[in-house]
């Protein structure tokens, strides 16, 4: 079955780091751009990061410099390193596969994580 | 910045949906719709504008371009009752917009 699991969420204190995981299965993550998407409870979706298949990778501004995308072909999964965290990191983060024949379009999504920020 | 229009529909089956996404600038034809059910991963229904992505019924449409969207759904079934929200590609960074409810009673 084609699917992506997150992990790696919690709660964490403002200024702490923390490591979210997306396991792949069904699809090697190297062989696609892949992303995170964030969504704060009532908010809309936000994008975070991505990296594409050269390695090339992006940032929202209000994340660069704190968090890093990577990936790993031996678990086939996706990684975001987040430090510096502050309260309005706090969402649901999701890890998705764009698929440039459909458009760039994001067309396989995890179930997410939940990331809390709060003293 | 894309606004959805409008927050919430309430329609009948066998009725037809008209959904509305508006940029704030334009986005050319680098805009998505996705459909999500609650306790469900969101679902890719339409990409650049018009195109339905893989499995998507014919009865999902996709429209527009520059600035103004429509998502329409020509004969509502009771599944289609879902949260629909639109994706621009096209100006960095890429966003969304705030979704539309669709019910069907």
């Known amino acids: 079955e084609v699917q992506l699991v997150e992990s790696g969420g919690g709660l964490v204190q403002p200024g702490w780091s923390l490591r979210l995981s997306c396991a792949a299965s069904?699809?090697?993550?190297?062989?696609?751009?892949m992303h995170w998407v964030r969504q704060a409870t009532g908010k809309r979706l936000e994008w975070v990061s991505g990296i594409g298949t050269a390695g090339d990778t992006d940032y929202r501004d209000s994340v660069r410099g704190r968090f890093t995308i990577s990936r790993e072909s031996g678990s086939n999964s996706l990684y975001l390193q987040m430090s510096s965290l502050r309260d309005g990191d706090t969402a649901v983060y999701y890890c998705?596969?764009?698929?440039?024949?459909?458009?760039?379009?994001?067309?396989?999504w995890g179930q997410g994580t939940m990331v809390t920020v709060s003293s | 910045v894309l606004t959805q229009s409008p927050a919430t529909l309430s329609l009948s089956p066998g009725a037809r949906a008209t959904l509305s996404c508006r940029a704030s600038?334009?986005?050319?034809?680098?805009l998505a719709w996705y459909q999500r059910k609650p306790g469900q991963a969101p679902r890719l229904l339409i990409y650049d504008a018009s195109n339905r992505a893989t499995g998507i019924p014919a009865r999902f449409s996709g429209s527009g371009s520059g600035t103004d969207f429509t998502l329409t759904i020509s004969s509502l079934e009771p599944e289609d009752s879902a949260v629909y929200f639109c994706h621009q590609r096209d100006i960095w960074p890429m966003t969304f917009g705030q979704g539309t409810r669709l019910e069907i009673k």
């Open positions: 069904g699809i090697t993550v190297g062989s696609y751009d």
């Open positions: 998705v596969r764009r698929l440039w024949t459909a458009g760039g379009g994001f067309d396989l």
């Open positions: 600038q334009s986005v050319s034809n680098y």
